[in-house]
C-alpha cells in the first residue's frame, strides 16, 4: 500500500445489514469484478451475488470489507468452517484500485482473523471452465499458488452448488485450495 492511502479493513457488524446503501456498494463491486473475473461462464444477465445476500451474510459476520478515503474498496466473504479451517471467498477489489494489493491484504486479513481464531487452514474455491483456460482463473491459480496455496481437490458444481449449475453456459468445476497456516 501506498502511504498516503490509509486502507481500513474490518469485518461489517451484523447491524450494518439494516444499511441498504452499503450492502448495494458491496454487492454491486461484487457483480462488477466477477462480471469480468467470470465472463464466458454464466448466462447472460446473471449476477453473482444480491443485495439481500449480501445482507444475510452480513448478518451472519461473514462479510468484510476495506475502505480508503471513506469509500469501499474491496470486500470478500470470510467464515468459519468446522474446527480447523476458514474459507474466504467472492474476493473483490474495485477496478479503479487496481495495482494497490487490495487483494493481497485482504488475504493477509483472512489469514490472520483464521490464526487468531485457532484455525490452521485457510480454504477458498476457484470456479473454472472443465474445457478451456479462463484468463482470470489462470492468473488466480499463479497468484494463489505464489502465495501459499495447494489444491487439494476439484469438486463439481453440481455437487457443490447444485442450483448453481443450471445458470453456466459452460460446464465448471471448483478448484478447492488449502494454505496451511502453521500456528
Not at 462488477?32 to 443485495?51: D, N, P
Not at 487439494?152 to 485450495?177: M, S
Request: hydrophobic share 40%.
Amino acid at each position: 500500500m501506498t502511504s498516503g492511502n490509509a486502507l481500513r479493513i474490518e469485518i461489517l457488524s451484523p447491524s450494518q445489514a439494516e444499511d441498504t446503501a452499503l450492502m448495494s456498494t458491496v454487492a454491486s463491486l461484487i457483480n462488477e469484478v466477477y462480471e469480468v473475473a467470470e465472463k464466458g461462464l454464466w448466462a447472460e444477465g446473471t449476477s453473482r451475488t444480491t443485495t439481500d445476500e449480501v445482507a444475510a451474510l452480513t448478518r451472519a459476520g461473514e462479510i468484510t470489507t476495506a475502505y480508503m478515503d471513506g469509500e469501499v474498496v474491496a470486500c470478500m466473504r470470510l467464515q468459519r468452517m468446522g474446527d480447523r479451517a476458514c474459507e474466504f471467498g467472492m474476493l473483490a477489489a474495485s477496478p479503479k484500485r487496481r495495482g494497490l494489493g487490495l487483494g493481497r491484504e485482504l488475504v493477509r486479513f483472512a489469514e490472520q482473523y483464521a490464526r487468531e481464531a485457532g484455525r490452521d487452514v485457510m480454504q477458498l474455491e476457484v470456479l473454472v471452465p472443465r474445457e478451456w483456460s479462463h484468463p482470470s482463473k489462470v492468473f488466480l491459480a499463479d497468484w494463489y499458488t505464489r502465495i501459499g496455496y495447494q489444491v487439494v481437490r476439484t469438486g463439481t458444481i453440481e455437487e457443490a452448488y447444485p442450483d448453481l449449475a443450471p445458470h453456466l453456459v459452460t460446464p465448471c468445476d471448483f478448484v478447492i485450495y488449502h494454505k496451511p497456516l502453521n500456528l
